[in-house]
């Protein structure tokens, strides 16, 4: 299992950017997939995007052209940069890390975005 401390959320008007950090800790197995999932309230968790340590992205077409998954070289962190921010896109943002012996969450860091 792999410690995962998200932080980076707040809030920010429609138009505006936030970068979401996710550092990684306490992983017996080399992280493989590096990923941010987000909770919308009322809605289902979905992915956002991720990240091979292959250097393979992967985008929601609703994020394509606006937010940019990037991580460390070492990949203990991760992070998320979120431009042209919309109000649709606020909700409880998880950082996920799959190893050989699964996936780890983080706790949840808060985004949310007023018209």
């Known amino acids: 299992q792999v410690q995962l401390v998200e932080s980076g959320g707040g809030l920010v008007q429609a138009g505006g950017s936030l970068r979401l950090s996710c550092e990684a800790s306490r992983s017996k197995y080399p992280i493989n997939v590096m990923a941010w999932y987000r909770h919308p309230p009322g809605k289902e968790r979905e992915l956002v995007a991720n990240?091979?340590?292959?250097?393979?992205?992967n985008y929601a077409d609703s994020v394509k052209g606006r937010f940019t998954i990037s991580r460390t070289r070492n990949n203990n962190a991760w992070y998320l940069q979120m431009n042209s921010l919309k109000p649709e896109d606020t909700a409880a943002y998880f950082c996920?890390?799959?190893?050989?012996?699964?996936?780890?969450w983080g706790q949840g860091t808060l985004v949310t975005v007023s018209s």
């Open positions: 990240i091979h340590v292959s250097g393979n992205t």
């Open positions: 996920n890390a799959r190893t050989a012996w699964g996936d780890s």
